[in-house]
């Protein structure tokens, strides 16, 4: 018997899109399935104000394939120096539906990140009177800190006091790889949670054991198996806490298949065939549209898409193992077993 699945068409609340050869290479992977996503800001510069939002957001517009219609989500990053006025204005244009968070030197293009948390105090102000989401990449940078133990330092260290000194300012846990990021995400208000869809399949052995795996190496990296359980749950569960930001995070494999790789897992080509056998071996498939379809729009306060996709299950998927760029190919997250599921736009 086929099963078939249609939900609303999903968003990613999460995604790196690039600029230039790059975008113009992986855009069509995210807009084949997609309806919107919130674009991350760490270009090379960053997108630090509103006229870059606006530029950048142009040059991803007139990225999208002939036929395709997705409207991508802008977010600026920042910086010590971020004008909160020009915040609140990019907002009230609607140009802009978050801010970037990241901890200076935390990941790839972090260098113009936050370093003390007391400078950027008015922005943060001004965006919880305003109602403007900060989206976070949640790890420490100490070089005393275990790679591994960042996240959940991060949450007791930084993002709880943070949190406390800003009463309602919302806020997005980008990416949790935790028990901890699941459990403080559920314990509190005002917070969402992105999870990707590498993080529900790999653990810290898919990376490590018989041979480095450049192509599972991101940030924050996978963690135990008893994290990815945790995760699973949480996105499995229906709590409207949790949505997908699948941090699809191209990079040539030039750049990844080196001795200091960069961090990413391609996943735009193959997130929802992937993500409908996660939740069918869950027994959730029910609530997969929950995770991919309605929980990032109620948080971030946008109506639901109309349009619907179908997902059919049958004989094991293909898709191409690496995208072509000008600037070289980019290979798709490899799930490592069997995929089943199809979508049918
Ligand atoms: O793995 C990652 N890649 N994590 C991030 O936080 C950034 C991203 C990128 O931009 O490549
Ligand atoms: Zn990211």
Same mark, same amino acid.
């Given at each position: 018997?086929?099963?078939?699945?249609?939900?609303?068409?999903?968003?990613?609340?999460?995604?790196?899109? /690039?600029?230039?050869?790059?975008?113009?290479?992986?855009?069509?992977?995210?807009?084949?399935?997609?309806? /919107?996503?919130?674009?991350?800001?760490?270009?090379?510069?960053?997108?630090?104000?509103?006229?870059?939002?606006?530029?950048?957001?142009?040059?991803?517009?007139? !990225?999208?394939?002939?036929?395709?219609?997705?409207?991508?989500?802008?977010?600026?990053?920042?910086? %010590?120096?971020?004008?909160? $006025?020009?915040?609140? /204005?990019?907002?009230?244009?609607?140009?802009?539906?978050?801010?970037?968070?990241?901890?200076?030197? !935390?990941?790839?293009?972090?260098? #113009?990140?936050?370093?003390?948390? =007391?400078?950027?105090?008015?922005?943060?102000?001004?965006?919880?009177?305003?109602?403007?989401?900060?989206? +976070?990449?949640?790890?420490?940078? =100490?070089?005393?800190?275990?790679?591994?133990?960042?996240?959940?330092?991060?949450?007791?260290? +930084?993002?709880?006091?943070?949190?406390?000194?800003?009463?309602?300012?919302?806020?997005?846990?980008?990416?949790?790889?935790? #028990?901890?990021?699941?459990?403080?995400?559920?314990?509190?208000?005002?917070?969402?949670?992105?999870?990707?869809?590498?993080?529900?399949?790999?653990?810290?052995?898919?990376?490590?054991?018989?041979?480095?795996?450049?192509?599972?190496?991101?940030?924050?990296?996978? @963690?135990?198996?008893?994290?990815? /359980?945790?995760?699973?749950?949480?996105?499995? #569960?229906?709590?409207?806490?949790?949505?997908?930001?699948? $941090?699809?995070?191209?990079?040539?494999?030039?750049? @990844?298949?080196?001795?200091?790789?960069?961090?990413?897992?391609?996943? !735009?080509?193959?997130?929802?065939?992937?993500?409908?056998?996660?939740?069918?071996?869950?027994?959730?498939? $029910?609530?997969? %549209?929950?995770?991919?379809?309605?929980?990032?729009?109620?948080?971030?306060?946008?109506?639901?898409? %109309?349009?619907?996709?179908?997902?059919?299950?049958?004989?094991? !998927?293909?898709?191409?193992? @690496?995208?072509?760029?000008? $600037?070289?190919?980019?290979?798709?997250?490899?799930?490592?077993?069997?995929?089943?599921?199809?979508? #049918?736009?």
């Amino acid at each position: 018997m086929t099963q078939t699945v249609t939900l609303r068409r999903p968003d990613d609340w999460h995604l790196h899109l /690039r600029d230039g050869a790059m975008l113009r290479a992986v855009l069509p992977e995210t807009t084949r399935h997609f309806a /919107r996503a919130i674009i991350m800001p760490n270009l090379v510069p960053p997108v630090v104000t509103g006229a870059d939002a606006a530029a950048y957001r142009d040059r991803i517009t007139a !990225a999208v394939p002939e036929g395709a219609a997705f409207e991508p989500l802008m977010t600026l990053y920042l910086t %010590e120096a971020t004008d909160a $006025d020009d915040v609140a /204005r990019a907002h009230a244009d609607g140009l802009i539906h978050a801010v970037k968070l990241y901890p200076a030197g !935390a990941t790839t293009n972090s260098a #113009s990140g936050v370093r003390d948390f =007391d400078i950027v105090r008015p922005v943060l102000e001004r965006m919880a009177e305003i109602g403007l989401p900060l989206c +976070v990449h949640g790890e420490v940078t =100490d070089s005393d800190i275990d790679i591994f133990d960042r996240e959940a330092v991060f949450i007791d260290r +930084v993002l709880d006091p943070l949190r406390r000194d800003t009463p309602g300012l919302k806020v997005v846990m980008e990416h949790i790889t935790t #028990s901890n990021g699941v459990d403080y995400a559920k314990s509190a208000e005002n917070i969402g949670a992105t999870i990707t869809t590498h993080h529900l399949v790999i653990n810290r052995n898919h990376i490590l054991v018989g041979g480095i795996k450049p192509h599972y190496y991101c940030l924050p990296v996978a @963690k135990r198996e008893e994290h990815r /359980r945790a995760l699973r749950a949480a996105a499995t #569960s229906g709590d409207a806490t949790f949505f997908l930001g699948t $941090d699809s995070a191209p990079h040539t494999d030039a750049n @990844k298949e080196t001795a200091c790789g960069c961090a990413g897992c391609f996943t !735009a080509t193959n997130t929802m065939q992937i993500l409908a056998q996660v939740f069918d071996e869950d027994g959730a498939l $029910d609530r997969l %549209e929950a995770f991919t379809s309605l929980n990032g729009p109620a948080f971030y306060g946008l109506p639901l898409n %109309e349009d619907r996709i179908t997902l059919t299950k049958g004989n094991a !998927a293909t898709w191409p193992d @690496k995208i072509d760029t000008e $600037d070289g190919p980019v290979t798709v997250f490899d799930p490592g077993r069997p995929i089943h599921w199809h979508v #049918s736009d």
